[in-house]
C-alpha cells in the first residue's frame, strides 16, 4: 500500500473528525492495560467511532503497536494509518539524564546525540513522534515539573529545545514542543494551577524553548493546562494563531492538546459544554484533541449549525495527514522491530553517551579544602537511600529499567553501607573507623514530575537528622544529593563538606557519580536553575528585574530585601566547580559601535592547575537604559572548552544585534541605542551602542 495524497472529499465529515482525535492503544484492543484519568474514563464513543479516531498515545512496544494498527487498518474504509505519539523525555531504553540535569551540562551537542539516539530506540519501539522537548521556562522549584524543563533561563531554553529536537529529526523521529504556552509559570508551584503573565514576558522570555524546538523541525505543539489572559491555553486563539502561527511564523504546526485538556476548559469555567469546547478548540487553531472525544462527537454538528466552517475541518485534517506523511507512515504504517530494538536498547554506543552527558550534567557545588575527588587509599562509609538503590533513572523513563542500573555500592565497595537514613540505625562503631562519609540521599524519583508539587523542597527531616548526627564524628562528609528539582539546603549546608548535585543521571548514573567523586572525570556542570537558601524566596531567578529601590547593602532599610535572609539564593543559576583551576581574562575590540561595527568580546582561559578540564564562559548582557525594565543580566552565548594542564585558549565571542535586542511594547524585536553592559567572568565592559547616522 503506497499513498501519500488524500483527496479529502472522499472522506465523510466523521471520519474527517476522526483524524483529530488522539486515543489510547487499550479502546482498540481490550486487554492492553494503561493508566486511565479523567475523559478516558468514558470516552462516549461507540465501538465504530473508536476505530474512527486517528492516532494513538503511548505504546507498549513495536508487537502491540503492529497489532492496534492491524486491528485499525482491518476495519478501516479510507485506509489512513494511525500515527503513534508517546513520551520519550530523556531516552526510551537506554536512560539519559533527566532535562534539568542535561541543560546543567552547557554541552548540546551532546544532548542533540542523546536525543538521537533515544530516537533510533523510539522508532524501533514503534514511537512515530515523541512529546518532547518540554521547552517551559521556570521559576519555581516547588513546581514538580521543573525536571522535565531545562531551566531558568530563556537562551538556555532555546539552545536545548532546539538541539533535542535536532537530535531527534536527524533519525525522522518526529517531535513536539510543549506546553505552549507558559506553564512553568503555575503559580504558587502548584500543578496545573494559574497564571499570570504579560504579553510582554511571554514574548520576550516564555515563547523562546518552544521557538528553539521548532526552528529545529519539531512538527506539533501541546498546548498547556493553563490560562493565559484568563483563556485556557488549549483554546487560546491569541496563543494559538496570533503568537504561533503570525507572530512565530510556524503556520504548518500541528496543534495538540494536553491530555484531556479541551474538555478541562468545562472546569475552567469558560465552555459550557462538549459541543461548546470543541467549537472553541477548532476554531482557536486547536487540531488534535488528546484524550477525550469531543471532536468526533460533536464537529459534525458543529458544521451543520454553521458554528465550524468546513474549511477549518478541512484545513486542520490537511495538517494531521501532512503530519502522517511526514513520519513515514503511509509508507509504512507497521514501523517497529523487536530485533532492532533489542540491539539498540543498552548497546556500548548508547550507554557511552549516557555515561559522557552524565559525567557533564552534574553539578559540584561545594569542596571544602578539595577534598574531593576522593583517593582510592580512603576508608568509606556509604550512607543513604541511593547506596543501593538503582532507581536513578528520575520520572518519565518508564520504558527504562532501573535494574539495568549499577549500584553506587557496587562500585564504591565501601567498609561501611547502610541504606537506612535513619541516624539510629548507623553503627558508630563501623562509621568511626572510616576517612570518609559518602552520602548518597535526596530525594525519591517519584518526588518530581507531574503532579508533584512540594511546598517543602528541603530534605527530609530524618535526612537532615542523619546529617547532623554524622557531623558529630569529624569525618569529612560528601553529599552525592538525587533531586527532581533545586533543594533547600541551608539547614545543612555547613555540615557538610562537599556536595554534588546529580539530580537523575539515567542508566549510567551510578559509573558517572564513581568517577567524579574520585577524579577520574573532572566535573564540570553549571546550574541551569537556582538553588534558594529558603522556599520563602521563590519566585527566585538570576534575571529578575532591578527594581526602583534594589538592595544595595548601604545601610538604607527601605530597599528591596527581606528582614529574616538574603536576597541571594544559596547557589545561584550558572555556578558549578571543577578540579582544574582556570585563569581566565577578557577583552573587547571596540566600546563603541553601530550595527555595522559589533564588538568581539576575547576571553583568554588558561588551565592553571594540573587537572585537564571542561570550562564553560558565560556570556552576559545587559541593557543599562531602554524603553522599559530590562533584567539586571541575560545569558546571551556560552562555550564550552576543555584545556589540558598549562593549556591555554581564546574564545571569541561576536555580539549579534539579536543579544542587545527584546521585544518592545509595540510587540516589536529590536535594539535600544545607548548603553549595555557586557558580563563575562567578572569582567564588565560598558560599552554603547550608537545609532546609525
Ligand atoms: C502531560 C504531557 C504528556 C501527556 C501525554 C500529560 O499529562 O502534561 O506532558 O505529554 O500527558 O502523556
Redesign the pocket.
Known amino acids: 500500500m503506497k499513498k501519500t495524497k488524500f483527496n479529502l472529499d472522499n472522506l465523510t465529515i466523521k471520519e474527517k473528525a476522526g483524524q483529530l482525535v488522539q486515543i489510547a492503544p487499550f479502546f482498540f484492543i481490550k486487554d492492553l492495560k494503561n493508566e486511565v484519568y479523567g475523559s478516558f474514563v468514558d470516552l462516549k464513543l461507540t465501538e465504530e467511532e473508536i476505530f474512527l479516531t486517528g492516532s494513538v498515545?503511548?505504546i507498549g512496544g513495536p508487537e502491540e503497536k503492529k497489532a492496534v494498527q492491524k486491528a485499525y487498518l482491518s476495519r478501516s474504509r479510507h485506509q489512513i494509518p494511525l500515527i503513534f505519539m508517546?513520551?520519550v523525555i530523556h531516552g526510551c531504553k537506554t536512560i539519559y539524564p533527566v532535562p534539568l540535569a542535561q541543560a546543567c551540562s552547557f554541552n548540546p551537542n551532546l544532548v542533540k546525540k542523546a536525543a538521537k539516539m533515544a530516537a533510533r530506540e523510539a522508532l524501533a519501539y514503534g514511537i512515530d513522534l515523541t512529546?518532547s522537548p518540554?521547552s517551559d521556562l521556570v521559576r519555581d522549584p516547588r513546581w514538580g515539573r521543573v525536571v522535565e524543563s531545562f531551566g531558568e533561563d530563556p537562551y538556555l531554553n532555546y539552545v536545548f529545545s532546539k538541539a533535542t529536537a535536532k537530535g531527534y529529526d536527524s533519525e525522522g523521529l518526529l517531535s513536539c514542543t510543549?506546553?505552549f504556552a507558559a506553564y512553568g509559570l503555575s503559580e504558587a508551584g502548584r500543578d496545573y494551577n494559574t497564571v499570570d503573565l504579560s504579553r510582554l514576558s511571554l514574548l520576550n522570555y516564555f515563547i523562546n524553548g518552544h521557538q528553539g524546538a521548532l526552528d529545529s523541525g519539531s512538527s506539533l505543539v501541546?498546548t498547556a493546562?493553563n490560562t493565559f489572559e484568563y483563556i485556557p491555553a488549549t483554546i487560546n486563539k491569541y496563543l494559538l494563531q496570533d503568537v504561533l502561527k503570525d507572530y512565530m511564523g510556524y503556520k504548518d504546526a500541528v496543534v495538540i492538546a494536553?491530555?484531556d485538556s479541551l474538555l478541562q476548559t468545562k472546569a475552567h469555567g469558560v465552555s459550557k459544554n462538549d459541543y461548546d469546547a470543541s467549537v472553541k478548540g477548532i476554531n482557536a487553531g486547536l487540531e488534535i484533541e488528546?484524550a477525550s472525544s469531543s471532536y468526533l462527537r460533536c464537529l459534525p454538528s458543529a458544521v451543520d449549525n454553521k458554528d465550524v466552517s468546513i474549511n477549518t475541518i478541512d484545513n486542520a485534517v490537511n495538517k494531521v495527514l501532512k503530519l502522517k506523511e511526514k513520519a513515514g507512515i503511509f509508507n509504512n504504517p507497521y514501523r517497529g522491530s523487536r530485533e532492532e530494538l533489542d540491539k539498540l536498547a543498552l548497546s556500548k554506543e548508547h550507554k557511552e553517551i549516557s555515561y559522557n552527558l552524565a559525567v557533564e550534567s552534574a553539578v559540584l557545588l561545594k569542596n571544602k579544602q578539595n577534598i574531593l575527588p576522593l583517593s582510592k587509599d580512603l576508608k568509606v562509609s556509604l550512607i543513604g537511600n541511593y547506596a543501593s538503590s538503582k532507581r536513578m533513572l528520575g520520572p518519565w523513563s518508564w520504558h527504562g529499567n532501573p535494574e539495568d542500573n549499577t549500584s553506587l555500592k557496587s562500585l564504591i565497595k565501601p567498609f561501611y553501607t547502610t541504606d537506612s537514613e535513619n541516624y539510629l540505625d548507623v553503627d558508630t562503631n563501623e562509621v568511626k573507623k572510616t576517612d570518609v562519609i559518602i552520602l548518597a540521599i535526596g530525594e525519591h524519583d517519584r518526588e518530581s514530575g507531574?503532579a508533584h508539587s512540594k511546598t517543602d523542597i528541603r530534605l527530609s527531616r530524618e535526612q537532615v537528622d542523619l546529617i547532623k548526627y554524622l557531623k558529630q564524628l569529624e569525618i569529612p562528609i560528601v553529599l552525592t544529593l538525587f533531586s527532581g528539582r533545586p533543594i533547600v539546603l541551608s539547614e545543612i549546608i555547613d555540615d557538610v563538606d562537599a556536595l554534588m548535585s546529580v539530580f537523575f543521571l539515567g542508566t549510567m548514573a551510578s559509573e558517572a557519580i564513581y568517577d567524579l567523586l574520585y577524579g577520574i572525570k573532572n566535573p564540570s556542570g553549571k546550574l541551569a536553575m537556582t538553588f534558594p537558601r529558603s522556599v520563602g524566596q521563590i519566585p527566585i531567578y538570576y534575571n529578575h528585574l532591578n527594581t526602583g529601590r534594589p538592595f544595595l547593602d548601604d545601610g538604607n532599610p527601605y530597599t528591596s530585601l527581606y528582614l529574616d535572609m538574603p536576597n541571594t539564593p544559596l547557589y545561584d543559576f550558572g555556578i558549578g566547580l571543577s578540579y582544574s583551576k582556570f585563569e581566565i581574562d577578557a577583552t573587547i575590540s571596540n566600546l563603541e559601535f553601530t550595527k555595522e561595527t559589533l564588538p568581539t568580546i576575547s576571553v583568554n582561559v588558561k588551565n592553571i592547575s594540573d587537572v585537564p578540564g571542561h570550562e564553560t564562559i558565560l556570556l552576559y548582557v545587559k541593557d543599562v537604559v531602554a524603553e522599559i525594565s530590562r533584567p539586571v543580566k541575560e545569558l546571551k552565548q556560552f562555550e564550552k572548552i576543555y584545556l589540558q594542564p598549562d593549556e591555554e585558549m581564546i574564545v571569541d565571542f561576536k555580539l549579534g544585534l539579536d543579544d542587545l535586542s527584546y521585544v518592545h511594547p509595540n510587540y516589536q524585536k529590536y535594539a535600544d541605542p545607548g548603553e549595555f553592559e557586557v558580563i563575562v567572568a567578572n569582567k564588565v565592559f560598558k560599552i554603547n551602542f550608537k545609532e546609525d547616522k
Do not use: P, Q, V
Open positions: 498515545l503511548g508517546a513520551d512529546f518540554m510543549k506546553h501541546m493546562f494536553d491530555y488528546m507531574e
